[in-house]
């Protein structure tokens, strides 16, 4: 359950070891994802979507919505007007899940990590939510996203604490030293899940690729 100091599927998640054991708690977990989120008050997708829309105009397209799991920011985007977008992630039961809610133009079941199969600048927005957090992605999970950005498109991230003091933040200092990101927007530290106790803070990021 999403209740309790990272109890139940939350807890073993962040646990995991490995891409394939998180893909199979993920396939597991997929039937009550998002109601157990939803108790626990879970934040990063709205943030997400209020960023993306901050700095994207309305229309913009295409989308990549990356660790997609059930689809909400995919619903949410639709429902603002951005009419193209593509879901990633790495659990065949979350894409499953987005996919019955009709929100997405095309599925990849991908992890993030390594090489992804778009080309350089396909997409002119993407937005990844809880996906920089403790035993998902790190850092190297960075540099594909920007390759797939278009020039002039933005990069929304959620990063939990842990990961930016642990070298995230250098990274990203380095990227707008080589001119290849600018931090359009970063928020406050927050907690993403107010009804779990003992989380980590994280933060929402804006990347504008150039």
């Known amino acids: 359950m999403a209740q309790g100091k990272h109890g139940g599927a939350l807890g073993a998640v962040y646990e995991a070891k490995g891409a394939e054991e998180v893909a199979a708690l993920y396939d597991r977990w997929s039937e009550t994802y998002d109601h157990e989120m939803a108790i626990a008050g879970y934040r990063h997708p709205s943030i997400c979507l209020a960023l993306l829309a901050r700095h994207l105009p309305r229309g913009a397209a295409p989308l990549l919505d990356a660790g997609a799991g059930t689809g909400l920011i995919g619903e949410w985007l639709g429902i603002m007007g951005y009419p193209h977008v593509e879901a990633l992630d790495i659990s065949e039961g979350m894409l499953a899940k987005a996919a019955g809610k009709g929100a997405y133009k095309a599925f990849h079941k991908l992890a993030l990590g390594g090489p992804l199969p778009f080309a ?91």
């Open 120 to 210: 350089d600048g396909h997409f002119v927005g993407i937005v990844s939510a809880g996906v920089f957090t403790s035993g998902h992605v790190g850092v190297e999970g960075l540099d594909e996203l920007i390759r797939i950005c278009r020039r002039g498109g933005v990069i929304v991230l959620t990063v939990k604490n842990t990961l930016w003091d642990g070298g995230f933040s250098a990274r990203i200092a380095e990227l707008e030293g080589q001119g290849l990101v600018a931090r359009a927007e970063e928020t406050e530290p927050y907690v993403s899940m107010p009804g779990e106790t003992g989380t980590v803070p994280s933060r929402g990021l804006v990347l504008k690729a150039q």
